[in-house]
């Protein structure tokens, strides 16, 4: 398990330099599989920088702690997106400038763009707000991501879920792209969005998207 919290931590070290985290803000979570099944999460309060192997808190699905930091408060979303999603391998969680910004109009991201298919529907929705780290938020979370990768949180900020590390990283980069893409449109006007048969054809064709084995 050493060489998977090595990952954790130089990915969330990632999210820093590609400009979707500050300071302490967020966290990231890698799902563990084997015999102590359960997942790996940043702690609570650390900058990442700072970070070493034995920070990493192991969290079995049951919500019990093992290690020698907190986790992170939002802990909670982590462990009910691994139960409800069997093939989750990562969780990414940003306070990103653009997403954010968007959260706190709670507002939902239309089809303005066929790169809203990327995450699984015609559009992202924005969950609930909920206090952080609260089985509320979670709730709100689990609602809001049916049939989707990623979602904003209300007055809150990001969350994706990626195969794995890399995945979740990239995804969170194309994430907080369209946000800032959609926050620019509005500047100068109402986005032509759209319509529902155009989505369905892009969503039909993100089915076989990207390089194939």
């Given at each position: 398990m050493l060489e998977l919290r090595q990952r954790l931590i130089a990915?969330?070290?990632r999210m820093s330099a590609v400009g979707l985290n500050r300071g302490t803000a967020?966290?990231?979570?890698?799902?563990?599989?084997?015999?102590?099944?359960?997942?790996?999460?940043?702690?609570?309060g650390m900058d990442y920088d700072a970070l070493e192997a034995e920070d990493i808190v192991f969290m079995r699905l049951d919500g019990t702690p093992e290690g020698r930091r907190k986790p992170s408060s939002e802990w909670r979303f982590h462990r009910d997106l691994y139960l409800a999603r069997p093939a989750a391998g990562a969780i990414l969680h940003a306070h990103s400038p653009f997403a954010t910004s968007l959260?706190?109009?709670?507002?939902?991201?239309?089809?303005?763009?066929?790169?809203i298919a990327r995450f699984g529907g015609d559009s992202l929705r924005c969950a609930d707000y909920a206090t952080f780290g609260t089985?509320?938020?979670?709730?709100?979370?689990?609602?809001?991501?049916?049939?989707r990768c990623a979602c904003l949180l209300g007055n809150h900020g990001m969350l994706v879920i990626g195969d794995d590390l890399e995945q979740a990283l990239a995804l969170g980069v194309e994430l907080e792209t369209l946000c800032e893409q959609y926050w620019r449109a509005c500047q100068l006007g109402r986005p032509v969005l759209l319509d529902t048969a155009e989505m369905a054809t892009v969503l039909s064709k993100?089915?076989?998207y990207g390089q194939q084995a």
């Open positions: 990915t969330a070290r967020g966290n990231l979570s890698v799902r563990v599989v084997g015999a102590a099944e359960g997942f790996l999460i940043t702690p609570t959260a706190c109009l709670r507002r939902d991201i239309p089809p303005f763009h066929y790169m089985q509320a938020l979670s709730d709100a979370v689990l609602r809001a991501i049916v049939e993100f089915a076989s």
